[in-house]
């Protein structure tokens, strides 16, 4: 039987650079009595092996920040403790094969000069100058950033490791965990190897490929693989003395000089799975066997890029386990499920450069109760548990890995690991001609092709290929009726004698009405961000129903387990269809289906039979239409689906209602708005109900007496692919960043939502510009939406 040893404040599991990190920052931040434990030697799982690449500029603002730390860190790092952490910034360059990649390029560039990074763009002419032994026939350009910079990662370890040891953190090597003590939804404590049991207040997860593993003892999902990741040491060269750091993207080779030695490794196809949990799996400083098949292509593009090393010999040829995500990006933060539990895992080979800003953000993460700053993008929350199967994982490694370096293009959809979810009527979606798409693993429908060719559209960094099929789909909405897939929104019933009253108090929306009625609102924390962003109905005198967006159905569904009390707590996002019929032509219809249609104002809801099948509609609009969400359950949905498309209704795909939304000046959460976005800043303030108490009411009643930004709609023109996170500048300084675009499909317009600061001078007097990969575009703010500014049609 086990015995409790002790009882501890935070047990970190993982002695490599994040679990270290994670130490290092929770001590500065006061925290006691912090145990980490490995189950080997420090730095003995993935850290030792690491290229050591510090790279601060990342594709996303958030990211930037994340890897940005590590340039102040380091640095630091050595003044605390004394040790050399082998930092040195040597500037690097990423390089551009495609010419499709300079577009790419240009707007990372812009995004890290509005962070205060230095990347500038370069012709090869002007690489050649700067790298002659860079062999430059067969590129594009390049993008320099003078920032760019080299680490040791055993010695960064060890200094993390004093520094911590410094403040109070005890490090115990050799100590394995074979398991997360859970009971009641909260994680009290940890099993180790030798059946002896540590209790702890919470525990942080940190240990790599090993993580999933102990995640499952917790019942939590990991989407995590490990794979074998390979590079090579050159022989010393005086020329690769002081290199820089290389990135050929189009290659997938990376390259970086280590004291006149050249690293050369890269990001593969189809990588090869490793299983740590095999016989290997507990050798500390593994090195797996060499792999010239899997890893010529990469020195094959290392020789056409740098052709001295053709007679240059290799010194060591490196294959150790790195896990990689099943969308390439980290997981972080609290565990949705269990209390107490966190996890930094799955850092795509990047581990030892983000050690630094990911040890941050978990580490007030943890002693908060919350991040630090918007985690989306990398939060545990935004997992599938479907996603962590294996052989899901498997498949997703056949381009995951290499997702790190291949072409970002514009509104890509991943080949590998498809159908994870599909709703009840994918078969009938199908026959529609859907061209489907991920939605947060759903199988959904971007555009209905109309021929063969339209099947097949190919990426594009301009113009969409999709654009006039968007057109085509949403101009059927002026007189008949499109018909939208909404079965992958999020929805949550909460059922108990206070679920309403709980609610209430969560959201400045007045939710205390009829149980008729359908509310729009949002969820806010503390500072008056907005946590969820969702429709509320009430069916019946204790029970409530709530519908968010589909990529947020686990962390919404966390947010409110944790939030409310006492009340039962049931997803039932599964259980139902959800079929949009919108378009002036909706009302007939429906009539001409239903058993005794009802007048229903708009935001309110009724239980209807229609094509024989009992069915919820619900009379809202995300397109600005007249319109209705029909909820029907699974077995029930192809009676009605037939019916609806019987009347010559059009299916309208996921583009052409994104389209719609935006010139409607509708916002999207997890873009335009999100937890460190308030309504106000949002121009949602229309539905705050000022006469009660809501959680974040202190901060709105704050920013009522003056606003410093503000979300605004913009008409750009030139007709550019407007993305997100573009610099907003205005009389030569960039005022903000936008956070979504799209081409108004019944408008015409190309519009972009901003997020902007606030000046003296009126919004409507403002004249902003753009700046969209390498050019600048003028952008008029709108002081209304320009498709049915009255809402005439949505209210019809």
Excluded at 80 to 86: A, F, I, V, W
Excluded at 227 to 233: A, L, P, T
Excluded at 306 to 322: A, K
Excluded at 615 to 629: M, Q
Aim: glycine share 10%; proline share 6%.
């Amino acid at each position: 039987m086990p015995t409790t040893s002790e009882t501890r404040g935070i047990v970190i599991i993982g002695g490599g650079a994040v679990g270290l990190s994670l130490a290092y920052h929770l001590a500065r931040l006061g925290a006691e009595d912090v145990l980490l434990l490995e189950r080997n030697q420090l730095t003995s799982g993935t850290s030792w092996h690491a290229a050591g690449i510090v790279g601060p500029l990342r594709a996303t603002p958030n990211m930037t920040r994340l890897a940005m730390y590590a340039g102040e860190l380091f640095p630091r790092l050595e003044q605390e403790t004394g040790l050399s952490t082998g930092y040195r910034v040597t500037g690097g360059y990423w390089l551009a094969k495609l010419p499709e990649r300079m577009d790419e390029l240009h707007r990372i560039a812009a995004l890290g000069r509005h962070f205060g990074l230095s990347p500038e763009m370069m012709t090869t002419d002007e690489l050649g100058s700067a790298l002659p032994c860079l062999s430059t026939k067969n590129l594009h350009g390049a993008m320099a950033v003078a920032e760019d910079a080299s680490v040791n990662p055993v010695d960064l370890c060890m200094a993390y490791a004093r520094a911590a040891r410094s403040m109070g953190v005890e490090i115990r090597e050799n100590n394995g965990v074979a398991r997360l003590l859970t009971e009641g939804g909260r994680v009290y404590g940890v099993g180790l190897e030798d059946d002896t049991e540590i209790r702890a207040g919470q525990v942080a997860l940190c240990c790599g490929a090993w993580s999933k593993r102990l995640a499952e003892t917790a019942n939590v999902a990991l989407p995590l693989q490990p794979v074998e990741h390979m590079y090579v040491v050159t022989e010393p060269r005086p020329e690769f003395e002081g290199f820089p750091v290389l990135r050929d993207l189009d290659s997938g080779v990376y390259i970086k000089g280590d004291t006149g030695k050249l690293v050369i490794g890269g990001f593969e196809p189809d990588a090869k799975c490793w299983n740590p949990d095999g016989p290997e799996g507990n050798r500390p400083f593994l090195e797996l066997p060499e792999d010239w098949d899997q890893f010529t292509p990469f020195m094959e593009a290392a020789l056409d890029l740098i052709p001295s090393l053709e007679d240059t010999g290799i010194q060591h040829f490196m294959n150790g386990p790195e896990s990689f995500t099943a969308d390439t990006r980290p997981l972080i933060g609290a565990a949705p499920g269990v209390d107490g539990l966190y996890v930094a895992a799955g850092m795509n080979s990047v581990g030892v450069m983000s050690s630094a800003g990911v040890g941050r953000l978990l580490a007030g993460w943890m002693q908060d109760g919350q991040p630090p700053m918007d985690a989306w993008e990398v939060d545990i929350a935004r997992v599938d548990p479907l996603s962590a199967d294996p052989a899901h994982m498997a498949t997703r490694m056949k381009e995951a890995v290499a997702d790190l370096f291949t072409l970002h293009w514009p509104y890509k959809q991943p080949k590998a690991g498809r159908d994870l979810r599909r709703s009840a009527l994918h078969d009938h979606w199908q026959a529609q001609g859907a061209v489907f798409g991920l939605t947060a693993g759903w199988e959904r429908g971007l555009w209905y092709a109309e021929s063969e060719q339209e099947r097949a559209l190919p990426y594009s960094i301009g113009d969409q290929p999709w654009w006039p099929i968007a057109t085509r789909e949403a101009a059927r909405m002026e007189t008949g009726t499109v018909l939208l897939d909404l079965s992958p929104f999020t929805k949550l019933r909460v059922e108990g004698r206070d679920a309403l009253k709980q609610l209430n108090s969560l959201c400045p929306a007045q939710l205390n009405v009829n149980e008729d009625r359908a509310v729009y609102t949002q969820f806010l924390n503390a500072k008056g961000g907005i946590e969820v962003e969702a429709t509320v109905t009430r069916p019946g005198p204790e029970m409530v129903e709530i519908t968010t967006g589909a990529a947020t159905r686990w962390r919404d569904h966390a947010f409110f387990r944790r939030a409310l009390d006492g009340v039962a707590l049931t997803d039932i996002t599964e259980e139902f269809c959800v079929v949009g019929v919108m378009g002036a032509g909706s009302r007939d219809t429906l009539r001409g289906i239903a058993q005794d249609w009802p007048d229903m104002p708009f935001g309110h809801t009724r239980t209807v039979t229609v094509a024989g099948v009992e069915t919820i509609a619900t009379r809202l609009s995300f397109v600005g239409e007249l319109g209705w969400e029909l909820r029907v359950r699974n077995e029930d949905a192809p009676a009605l689906f037939d019916a609806l498309t019987g009347t010559g209704a059009k299916p309208m795909g996921h583009y052409a209602l994104d389209g719609c939304r935006i010139e409607k000046g509708f916002v999207h959460w997890g873009h335009d708005i999100g937890p460190e976005i308030t309504p106000l800043e949002a121009g949602l303030g229309f539905n705050i109900d000022w006469s009660k108490d809501f959680t974040g009411k202190a901060a709105l009643e704050a920013q009522r007496e003056g606003l410093s930004r503000r979300l605004v709609l913009c008409e750009v023109e030139g007709s550019p692919l407007v993305l997100h996170d573009e610099p907003v500048w205005e009389n030569g300084r960039v005022v903000g960043l936008t956070t979504s675009g799209a081409r108004g499909p019944r408008t015409g317009l190309t519009l972009a939502f901003t997020l902007v600061e606030v000046t003296k001078t009126p919004m409507k007097d403002r004249h902003f510009e753009i700046e969209i990969a390498g050019e600048w575009y003028r952008a008029t703010p709108l002081t209304q939406p320009p498709y049915d500014p009255k809402g005439k049609r949505m209210r019809a």
